[in-house]
């Protein structure tokens, strides 16, 4: 087995999902994610996609994104909104609570870190 990964969605099958129906605020967003590793110690890699929606997030986990398509905003309680599209990268810190809304279909490439 190579120790080189591919981050390649036509290899994987994506994995449907939605917000949970009490953490929506607006809209009918729904998820693909395509998880394209995996390892012991809870690291993840891979792509997300969300629809249009807005919902409430709280992060337990470090993640990195890097937005690949789309628009959204996310909004930290009690501090700034920030609107990230093609292009940006950021990190969502454990503690982070606050929302995110999909303006247009987005897409970002994660790597977490439970």
Not at 30 to 53: C, H, M, Q, S
Not at 97 to 110: A, D, N
């Amino acid at each position: 087995m190579s120790a080189f990964l591919s981050v390649d969605v036509e290899a994987v099958e994506p994995e449907a999902g939605a917000p949970a129906p009490d953490r929506v605020i607006s809209g009918d967003p729904k998820f693909r994610t395509w998880n394209v590793e995996e390892r012991d110690g809870g690291l993840y890699a891979g792509i997300w996609e969300a629809t249009p929606g807005k919902w409430r997030i709280s992060y337990d986990e470090w993640e990195f994104c890097h937005i690949l398509s789309g628009v959204s905003v996310i909004a930290e309680d009690g501090g700034e909104a920030r609107t990230v599209r093609a292009g940006d990268s950021f990190v969502l810190r454990p503690g982070f609570k606050g929302t995110w809304e999909v303006l247009e279909t987005t897409r970002k490439e994660y790597v977490i870190k439970l």
